[in-house]
């Protein structure tokens, strides 16, 4: 963990990663609960809960130093991660 913290464009990589698997996730849970269907709200929350912890353990060190390349991941990661979760989602509903 502490060559990822040390080095800012493997932070902001693993923010990204771990944006996209958070919002993915969330647009997902949003949407099962909605449905009320417990066992993918449960397992997609799980998903999110460990997604974020990985995010903001390195993101709040970015925003601390100003390391640029973790926020802009973070930004470009929960952009895809909502579009993908709506991409798929709408696609089961076809």
């Known amino acids: ?7 800012p464009w493997l932070s ?3 923010v990204l990663v771990t ?3 958070f919002l993915y996730f969330r647009t997902l849970n949003v949407m099962y609960t909605a449905e009320r269907k417990l066992w993918p ?3 997609t929350g799980n998903a ?3 997604a974020w912890l990985v995010s903001i353990a390195i993101g709040a060190k970015a925003i601390i130093e100003l ?3 973790p926020i802009l991941g ?7 991660g909502v579009y993908w979760g709506f991409k798929t989602k709408s696609k089961k509903e076809k």
């Not at 973070?74 to 895809?80: E, N, Q, R, T, V």
């Open 1 to 7: 963990m502490k060559e990822i913290l040390a080095n």
């Open 12 to 14: 902001g990589g693993v």
């Open 19 to 21: 944006q996209i698997i």
């Open 41 to 43: 709200s449960i397992l």
């Open 48 to 50: 999110i809960g460990i």
């Open 67 to 69: 390391q640029w390349q």
């Open 74 to 80: 973070h930004i470009i990661g929960g952009s895809l």
